[in-house]
Structures are given as structure tokens and as C-alpha cells.
């Protein structure tokens, strides 16, 4: 199995990023994922899904499922311990609603 930092590197960056805002069918924010140790490599990971396929769907869901490798067996075993994990498995295999996104780019100064 791949891991999670190799499969990161095949993703496209996201040095300009600054965060992706999860959005509801309706629009409302919901989460915001910052740029940031921490959380940057879940911010990458939805950076792809949402490039690759326009929102977040089952089909995207499972996809990110698989790109987190061995933190979404972590995410299985403890829910709640990786939250951008539990948010992709309600939507992959418990039918929660799909989400859309907003991508925020750096201010350049």
C-alpha cells in the first residue's frame, strides 16, 4: 500500500492556496480548511477531488478515502480523531449530502 505522504506528493500543489471553504448544496460554509501544518495535507487532498471532479460526491469521497491511505484506517478505528476523513466517509458509505467548495487563493502584498 501506498502511504499517505506519497500519494500527497502526486497531488497538485497548492502553494497558492490559502484555504478551501466547504460549502453546503445551498451554499452555506460549513468548514474551512486552512493552509497550514496541521491540516495541509487534508487541504491538498480536497484541492485534488475538487479540481478533478467540481464538488464532493460519493464517487469523490471514496477517491479522497483512498488518497488518505493508512490515516483513514486511523479514522475508522477512532472516529472523530481525523474529522476531514469522517467527513468523506459520511458521505462515501453513510449518505450524507455531498459538499461543494470554495477555493481562497493568497493575497499577494
Known amino acids: 500500500m501506498t502511504s499517505f505522504q506519497d500519494l500527497l506528493q502526486t497531488l ?3 502553494d497558492g492556496i490559502e484555504a478551501i471553504v ?3 448544496a445551498e451554499g452555506e460554509a460549513l468548514h474551512r480548511l486552512e493552509n ?3 491540516s495541509a495535507g487534508s487541504l491538498r ?3 485534488a477531488l475538487v479540481k478533478r471532479h467540481g464538488h464532493i460526491d460519493r464517487k469523490a469521497a ?3 478515502l483512498a488518497l488518505f491511505a493508512e490515516h483513514t484506517a486511523a479514522a475508522r478505528e477512532q472516529p472523530g480523531s481525523h474529522p ?3 467527513r ?3 458521505i462515501a458509505e453513510h449518505d450524507a449530502p455531498g459538499l461543494r467548495a470554495r ?3 493568497k493575497q499577494e502584498n
Open 12 to 14: 497538485p500543489a497548492t
Open 22 to 24: 466547504l460549502l453546503s
Open 36 to 38: 497550514r501544518p496541521g
Open 45 to 47: 487532498v480536497y484541492h
Open 62 to 64: 471514496r477517491e479522497g
Open 84 to 86: 476531514n476523513i469522517d
Open 88 to 90: 468523506l466517509l459520511a
Open 103 to 105: 477555493v481562497v487563493l
